[in-house]
C-alpha cells in the first residue's frame, strides 16, 4: 500500500522547519520515502490551524479534497491519515469516506493515539508511585474522538472524573457510555484535578497557569497543544506530558519535521503499522475499542512503543 499523512501548519513560523522541496503551491508534500514493503509521504495543506477555523466548512473541505484526490491520481495514494484539524473539519474522516471520486482508505490515526495515551497517564503515575484509585481526572474534549476512548479506559479507575466539552448535549451522550464516578461540565473545570488530559481541537491553547493545581500532571494530546510552552515555563511544579508521541524504530525512516529523530506522532504510526498490515479498512468516527487493542499489538510487533515520556519531544528524567 501506498500511504500519506495530511496534516497542517500549527503557526506560521513552522514553515521555516519544512525542506523547500516539499512546498508546492497551497500544499506540502515530501518525496516518497521508502519503508520496508511500503512507501508513505508527508502532506498537508499551507493553511495554519487558525487560518483553517476562520475558513467556512465547505471552503476547507473542498481544498482538502483537492489534495486527497491529487495525491490518489497522481501519486498512487490509496490510504490516508487525517491529521490535527483535518480530522475535525471531516467529522472524522466519515465526509472523506462519503465522497465518490476516492477510492481509497481512511484513518485518523486516533486509536492508537488513545491508547498511547492511556499508557502514559498510567506510565507517569507509576513513576510517580500514585494510585489512580485516589485521584481526581479532568479529560478537556471529551466527547471527542480521542476523549471518549481515554474516559471509557481511564474514568473507571480514577476516584473521580471531570469531563469537559462545550456542547451539554454531547457531553450527555458520553455519560451515558460510561462507568465509575464522574461529572460533566461545559466549564473549563480543571483546577482540582491531579490529572488533567487535554484532547481538543482548539486552535490556541486552552489551559492557562490559573486552570492548573499545583503539582498537577497534564497529559497533551491536542495539536497545536492546550498546554502551551510558556504556560508550562510559568508553572515549573507541573508536569507535562506528550501524549501522542512513541519511539520511532529504525527500520522506519519516516521523519516528521520539528520532531526528534527518535519520535513520531503516535497517529502517523498507525498508518505506517496499517500499511503493513495491508488492512484495507476505513477507520474514522468513533473509536472502535477492539481496533484500539489491535493497534497496540501492532505497535509492540513493529517497535511504536511508549519507551520514554516526553515533554515537547524531550526525554523527562
Known amino acids: 500500500m501506498k500511504f500519506a499523512t495530511i496534516g497542517h501548519l500549527m503557526i506560521e513560523s513552522d514553515i521555516q522547519q519544512i525542506p523547500r522541496d516539499w512546498i508546492h503551491n497551497n500544499w506540502i508534500y515530501s518525496p516518497e520515502i521508502n519503508l520496508d514493503r511500503i512507501k508513505g509521504r508527508i502532506t498537508g495543506l499551507k493553511l495554519t490551524a487558525e487560518q483553517i477555523m476562520k475558513q467556512s466548512l465547505e471552503e476547507i473541505r473542498k481544498r482538502l479534497l483537492e489534495l486527497i484526490l491529487f495525491l490518489q491520481n497522481e501519486l498512487d495514494i490509496n490510504l490516508i491519515q487525517l491529521g490535527a484539524l483535518t480530522t475535525s473539519v471531516t ?5 472523506v469516506t462519503k465522497q465518490k471520486e476516492y477510492t481509497g482508505f481512511v484513518n485518523h490515526g486516533d486509536s492508537y493515539t488513545a491508547a498511547i495515551t492511556c499508557q502514559a497517564t498510567i506510565k507517569t503515575l507509576e513513576v510517580r508511585k500514585k494510585n489512580l484509585s485516589d485521584l481526581t481526572l479532568s479529560i478537556v474534549g471529551a466527547y471527542g474522538i480521542i476523549g471518549e476512548a481515554v474516559s471509557k479506559i481511564l474514568v473507571p ?8 466539552g ?6 450527555k451522550e458520553l455519560q451515558n457510555k460510561l462507568d465509575g464516578d464522574f461529572e460533566i461540565t461545559t466549564d473549563l473545570k480543571t483546577k482540582t484535578a491531579d490529572v488533567i488530559i487535554t484532547a ?7 489551559l492557562t497557569s490559573e486552570n492548573v493545581k499545583k503539582n498537577a500532571i497534564i ?3 491536542s495539536q497545536p497543544p492546550n498546554f502551551s510552552y510558556p504556560v508550562w515555563r510559568q508553572r515549573p511544579d507541573s508536569l507535562r506530558i506528550d501524549g501522542g508521541l512513541v519511539h520511532l524504530p529504525k527500520q522506519f525512516p519516516f521523519r516528521v519535521p520539528s520532531l526528534p529523530d527518535d519520535k513520531i506522532f503516535s497517529c502517523v504510526a498507525e498508518i505506517i503499522m496499517q500499511a503493513m498490515e495491508n488492512e484495507r479498512k476505513n477507520h474514522v468516527g468513533s473509536i472502535d475499542m477492539n481496533h484500539l487493542k489491535k ?5 509492540y510487533k513493529y517497535g ?3 519507551n520514554q515520556l516526553t515533554n515537547f519531544g524531550k526525554t523527562i528524567d
Request: proline fraction near 3%.
Open 304 to 306: 511504536f512503543t511508549l
Open 157 to 164: 479507575q480514577f476516584s473521580h472524573s471531570v469531563l469537559v
Open 200 to 206: 481538543t481541537s482548539h486552535p490556541t491553547a486552552l
Open 91 to 95: 467529522d472524522g474522516g466519515v465526509w
Open 295 to 299: 493497534t497496540e499489538t501492532w505497535g
Open 219 to 221: 497529559i497533551d494530546v
Open 166 to 171: 462545550r456542547r451539554e448535549n454531547k457531553l
